[in-house]
Structures are given as structure tokens and as C-alpha cells.
């Protein structure tokens, strides 16, 4: 099974990307790619990518299917079926244009496309790999590649320069690949060997791993330059959640996805742990917010986006302006 290790910068802005590139390629550090909800004019100039090859393919696709329709026809008509029509000659060249010229075009085209798809890995039981959910959404991502080479300082020289370019949040991943057909896992990790992990920039001071066979929760806090680990169990964290904002039945669950900045993954991982209503998330505080970051894994968006706010003026039977898109159906 393939094990890839990623470190991730998101930005709010391609201008924050593009400037972000440029500082990286200064201090010559490699970026393994660049993902965007959108095209960023100039982006792929300054990652000095190469002119697409795809319409070399297509020469070559064309030059088959065009090579291949005069042989046929040249074959049947002069070696294997020749025929006297009419007088004329057996290598009819006029009369051979026309399937020539149709299947040039087919081979061209259904070449180009399964080179695109090949290229881009979109065939058929390819398993994606999504860095961040939002990156289809409103985040531009940056993406390093992490091997055993990787060293602390090497984290930190790139954590150093995406801070630096107004980064949103920087995070790691894991990619496994399973054995089994279409399936791969995707988890967040921490180095063994040089102690990096997932930090958010958005002064989160916390920084969390997440132990998926034993189901903790490890809490890591600078005091007084030393690192002090609390360990805290989901039960311990859900009810540090609830306390504060209360339990409510699922026959009672409102449409969070009304809230911007909640999709239909992030209601899952909500309805999952017990949040179904607006109510619920208006309460939520201090204690509240930093339960529910380490158990969803999305930590800074609740203020970020203003989750609070929004509830609360949702739960009193108010609407927003993205409720409204959401109710009128322009949100997907």
C-alpha cells in the first residue's frame, strides 16, 4: 500500500498564492503542486510548467487514423477486392478523401481525450486524493510532498515562508492507498522523526492529532517553552461540548447547511457527534468551539466565518443573504 505525505498551505486569495509561488521560488524550495478552485492567470508561468502536450498527441492520433484509412482502402482496392467501376482507376485518391478526413478526426479526438484522461488521472475507479474539501470551494491550496528526507527545519523553513504570504491555515495529510479496489484512507499525521504536525495560523495554539485506532484526542500547548500533553477522550469532549450548549433531538434538526461555510460533509460530522440545530452552535463559546474544532477537525473557521452569528439571527427566524441563496437554490 502507497503512503504519501503531504504539508498543505491554503490561502483565501490567488493573489496571496501567486506571491506565495514567487517567495518560494526565491529560496528555491520545490512546490509538488498548486490547486485552485479557479484558473489563476500567470500561475502556470510562474511554476514553470511546459506547454501542454496534448495537441502533440493529437497530431499523432490524427496521422494514425489518416495513415490507417489509406492503407485499408488502398489494400482493398488494388490487392484484395479490385474492381472496374466504370473505368476508373483502382487508387482512387479523390474518392478516398473523405473517410480519410472522418477518420483522422476520430482518432485525434477519442486520442485526445483518453491522453487528458490518463494524464489527469479521471479514468474510471481512480480514487481522488482532496487535500481540503474547500479547495473547490473558495481555498487555493499549495502542496508539498514529504518523504523520510524531511527534516524540522525543512518544515519550518516552509511553514516560516507561508506565513509570511498571509496564509489561512497550514495542515498535513496522509494518503494510504488500500489493497482493495476504489478505497484509500486519508488521515492527518505527525513526523516520528522531526515532531511536525498540522498547525493553524489563525493564532490557534492548540495542535492536534487525531489517533484513529484508539480514538484520543492529544492536545499539545506551549507553556513556558515546554510542551505540556493533555489527553482527552471524545466522551470527555463531548460532554465538555454539550454542557455548554445543550442537547437537542434529531427530530429537531435544522438545515445547517443555510450557515455559510457548512457543507453537506461538515453537517455530517456535525449531525455525528449530536449538533442539529442552530440553537445548538449560537450557544457555542470558549469551551465549546475548541471541543467541537478538535472533533470535526476544521479548527478557526467557526470565527472565521461567523458561525455564531449567523445561528443566532437564523434561530430567532431571520435569514441572511447566503440562507437566501441557499433557499432559493443557488447554493449546491
Known sequence: MAK????IGLFDHEDKL???????KAKKIEVTNVLTPFPVHGLEHELGYEESRLHTAGFLFGMTGMTLALFMMTWVSISNYPLNVGGKPFFALPAFIPITFELTVLFAAVGMVMVYLKRNQLFPGHVPRIYD???????????????????????????ALLKASSVTDIKTKEFDDS?????????????????VMAQPVAEEKAVVEEEVVEHKIVEETAVAEQTVVVEKSEDELKDQ????IGVVSEDSKDDLKKIKGIGKVYEGR???IGIFSFGQIAKLQGKGIEAIEV?????????REDWVGQAKTLNEGGTTGFSDKVDNGNVY
Open 4 to 7: 504519501d505525505k503531504y504539508i
Open 179 to 195: 489493497s482493495e479496489m476504489f478505497t484509500s484512507i486519508e488521515r492527518e499525521f505527525v513526523f516520528q522523526n522531526s515532531s
Open 295 to 303: 472533533l470535526t477537525g476544521f479548527p478557526g473557521r467557526i470565527q
Open 270 to 272: 456535525l449531525n455525528e
Open 18 to 24: 501567486v506571491h506565495a509561488v514567487r517567495a518560494f
Open 133 to 159: 474539501d474547500r479547495i473547490t470551494d473558495d481555498r487555493f491550496a499549495m502542496i508539498f510532498k514529504v518523504d523520510d528526507n524531511t527534516t524540522q527545519q525543512d518544515y519550518d523553513a516552509i511553514a
Open 241 to 244: 461540548l454539550f454542557n455548554e
